[in-house]
């Protein structure tokens, strides 16, 4: 169970490596102007729990596809809003599992466990959401490129003042934007 930024086969997601909530955020994005999803099917969902590290773990099928999409709008809901009713659904999805604590052959290890094996990964997604709120709440941000990026991403600058989910990207587009519209309004003066 760890987070990769290294690609696996099939993963067309432009933004990877974030921490988990997020990176279960940023299985939907734009391309081109359209909507992509990556868990519009139980083979998408196999490519991002091999992402997420949590191949062995989690079995790619049906009832675990559900409850990850469930999670995933509860998350966009949280990030995006903040309602009372998502953060009560969270902690709907929270209440499937729990942590373990126990002593293994190397020391103390804590384990999640769940009351159904579908719902791991959407419980580790939330349990990763809640501490990074309580890490760092105003480090989760969305694209500034909304509504043509939807991608989310966890802001680990000095300054905390990313607001590109990447340079290479949104951020390029929107500095080019910022250029070509200062080179029309220098080039027709009173324009």
């Keep these: 169970m760890s987070e ?3 690609r696996v086969p099939g993963d067309r997601r432009p933004l990877v490596g974030e921490p988990l909530c997020l990176d279960l955020l940023n299985t939907r994005w734009m391309h081109h102007a359209e909507p992509q999803d990556l868990l519009d099917s139980v083979e998408g969902l196999a490519v991002w729990l091999c992402a997420a590290g949590l191949e062995e773990d989690a079995g790619a099928d049906g009832a675990t596809l559900a409850a990850v999409r469930e999670t995933r709008e509860i ?3 949280l990030v995006d ?3 009372d009713t998502a953060r009560e659904d969270l902690n709907r999805v929270l209440a499937h599992g729990a942590l373990r604590h126990e002593l293994g052959p190397e020391g ?3 384990r999640p ?3 159904d094996a579908a719902w791991l990964p959407a419980w580790l997604a939330a349990a ?3 501490r990074l709120v309580a890490e760092a709440p105003r480090r ?3 694209c500034a490129a909304h509504p043509r990026c939807v991608l989310h991403f966890h802001d680990t ?3 905390g003042t990313r607001r590109w989910c990447s340079m290479a990207a949104c951020g390029n587009r929107a500095k080019a934007a910022r250029h070509y519209g200062r080179s029309r309004t220098g080039a027709r003066p009173g324009a």
Excluded: C, F, M, Q
Aim: hydrophobic content about 25%; proline content about 4%; overall charge positive.
């Design 4 to 6: 990769s930024s290294s």
């Design 75 to 77: 998350l966009l809901a």
């Design 81 to 83: 809003t903040g309602s």
């Design 108 to 110: 103390p290890r804590t």
């Design 113 to 115: 466990e769940v009351d």
């Design 128 to 130: 990763d959401y809640l």
């Design 140 to 142: 989760i941000k969305r």
């Design 157 to 159: 600058t000095k300054n």
